[in-house]
């Protein structure tokens, strides 16, 4: 039986990993550190214990945050990817290329859980095409973003203005 694979990266591409073995450990961190590492009201992050994590290309650069955690993250688009600590690393669970697979079982932090997080999904909800009357760009985005699969060649690719 063949264990399951995962796999992602950053937004631009220059930094991608895989993860092989089963992942049961995935979370959400309140914690005002996790928030500032992501800039977003929670970090969902999702432990690699117990499964074999290989960079596939390029390498993160680190940022000591505590005296015990590093924060990895893409030093070329700035895409938060890892939480490092004595324990294990924990991928954010947004760079792997599905993270509709793992889905979070277990909340941290939650001293720091911003009030207002849990009536998020009562908010009005609109898709990309419903707010182009008020911003019609977005109809003709071109996303430079790296596909959500492992590719061949030099990332980040070429941006034109």
Request: hydrophobic fraction near 30%; charge should be negative.
């Amino acid at each position: 039986m063949t264990e399951p694979t995962h796999t992602g990266g950053c937004q631009c591409g220059a930094v991608r990993f895989r993860v092989t073995g089963v992942l049961t450990d995935s979370s959400i961190c309140h914690c005002r550190m996790c928030q500032k590492a992501f800039g977003a009201y929670y970090a969902p992050l999702v432990s690699t214990r117990g499964a074999d994590l290989v960079w596939t290309r390029g390498a993160r650069k680190t940022f000591r945050s505590s005296n015990f955690a590093n924060r990895g993250f893409c030093e070329t688009c700035g895409t938060p990817l890892t939480y490092e600590a004595p324990d294990g690393i924990a991928i954010a669970a947004g760079a792997f290329d599905d993270p509709s697979a793992l889905p979070p079982t277990v909340q941290f932090g939650t001293e720091g859980k911003i009030d207002f997080v849990d009536r998020l999904h009562l908010l009005p909800g609109h898709t990309t095409e419903e707010d182009a009357e008020e911003a019609p760009f977005v109809l003709e985005v071109v996303s430079y973003q790296h596909p959500d699969h492992d590719t061949d060649g030099d990332w980040p690719k070429e941006q034109t203005p």
